[in-house]
């Protein structure tokens, strides 16, 4: 019985994962498992759904590791390869639950994933074994989603908006923000508080990335939001080691890796 709020960290990397392709360096070789990093998602569990944010090119991997079974609806946040592009994966779940999954996919990407997937949810060739969705388009007015409430909120990697998720329950309020470099006023607003807020930071390095945050402004964004605690991901190798950096944090503030699972219990 899961009972609360079960978050687990299916990838906790950047879009090249750790180890990176044809790196030696110390986090690329490191034994500890929590530098192993795969593209990022993450596993959000009640009494009553299995919700997944985002399917990378790790998805499947993911689920065999996890031991995911079930899948009852997925929330997108942007359309990045890194982000999307293990959705034909889902289809097992299809096969399994002998259903549609409903799938939450916001407006501003709306005709990219048509272009690209959208055999996914126009009507089947029956002799193709192809994935089926339920789409449902997210803009900024929260919905509900068994026995939770999502509200979306905007955040911008760069140029660029993303949509995150602050979502609750009876156990608490979760707020998902990947691929962040700022967010606007009202965000900041809606995720103050929250009991678990997942924030990106990229690296620990004194460069900055014009589309995510590095770890000295991961920290500053912590400090004004006033959460409860606060798990970094969407990490590169330039981080450095998970228990060195790990070790310098706040209190509230601590690196996520895959994984990790992070429980609300029931008030």
């Not at 879009?15 to 034994?31: E, K, L, N, Y």
């Not at 009640?46 to 790790?58: E, K, L, M, Q, R």
């Not at 193709?128 to 339920?134: A, G, M, S």
């Not at 990335?209 to 590169?236: G, K, Q, V, W």
């Amino acid at each position: 019985m899961i009972h609360g709020m079960r978050l687990e960290f299916l990838g906790t990397g950047t879009s090249t994962g750790v180890p990176q392709i044809g790196c030696a360096c110390d986090v690329c070789t490191s034994v500890d498992k929590r530098d192993n990093r795969t593209r990022c998602s993450v596993w959000l569990r009640t009494d009553n759904a299995s919700i997944v944010i985002d399917t990378g090119p790790d998805f499947r991997a993911q689920c065999l590791r996890s031991g995911i079974d079930r899948v009852d609806a997925v929330l997108f946040t942007h359309f990045h390869a890194d982000h999307i592009f293990g959705i034909d994966d889902l289809r097992l779940f299809n096969f399994l639950q002998k259903k549609k999954i409903p799938i939450y996919v916001p407006d501003f990407m709306v005709d990219r994933f048509m272009d690209c997937f959208g055999y996914t949810v126009n009507p089947p060739i029956p002799a193709l074994n192809r994935p089926r969705f339920e789409l449902n388009i997210v803009t900024d007015a929260m919905f509900p989603l068994f026995g939770l409430t999502v509200e979306p909120v905007n955040i911008y990697h760069g140029g660029e908006k993303v949509k995150g998720y602050v979502i609750t329950g009876d156990a608490g309020r979760i707020a998902y923000l990947t691929d962040c470099k700022r967010l606007p006023p009202e965000t900041v607003t809606t995720v103050t508080g929250s009991d678990v807020t997942v924030l990106t930071a990229l690296w620990k390095l004194p460069k900055t990335h014009p589309a995510h945050m590095n770890l000295d402004e991961a920290l500053a964004l912590s400090s004004e939001l006033r959460c409860r605690s606060f798990y970094l991901s969407h990490i590169t190798h330039q981080m450095g080691r998970h228990a060195e950096t790990d070790a310098t944090l706040p209190d509230n503030v601590q690196l996520a890796y895959d994984g990790l699972v992070v429980t609300l219990p029931p008030n």
